[in-house]
């Protein structure tokens, strides 16, 4: 059974950095692409920015220049680095897992069948 759990949420103000966790267990393949995903108040969630496990990354253009996705293979968990954190970075952030698909573009909801249940990231002026 695959798991994923994420952590480093938490409330900062703006301008700041966070760096959040995302822990992949039951995974039995040993090359999979992660997802990071946010949902904010009152919108749908949207894709944040991807890695495969050769380290290739993908990112939202919202988050360009201030994300960085990063993931060690041996420890099963990938990151995200957020800096120049804005008010409007506040959401809900959650990690995704699935094998990776042949085109490679920002994360969207239908390549990641496996979910983690997310960490609340705030961010005040």
């Known amino acids: 059974q695959v798991q994923l759990v994420e952590s480093g949420g938490a409330s900062v103000q703006s301008g700041g950095s966070l760096r959040l966790s995302c822990v992949v267990s039951?995974?039995?393949?040993?090359?999979?692409?992660i997802g990071w995903f946010r949902r904010a108040p009152g919108k749908e969630r949207e894709g944040v920015a991807k890695i495969d496990s050769d380290g290739r990354t993908s990112y939202a253009d919202s988050v360009k220049g201030r994300f960085t996705i990063s993931r060690d293979n041996a420890k099963n968990t990938a990151y995200l680095q957020m800096n120049s954190l804005k008010p409007e970075d506040t959401a809900m952030y959650y990690c995704?897992?699935?094998?990776?698909?042949?085109?490679?573009?920002?994360?969207?909801?239908?390549?990641?069948?496996?979910w983690g249940h997310g960490t609340q990231v705030t961010v005040s002026n």
């Open positions: 995704a897992a699935d094998a990776c698909r042949g085109a490679w573009f920002p994360p969207q909801e239908y390549e990641f069948r496996y």
């Open positions: 039951g995974y039995t393949h040993s090359s999979y692409c």
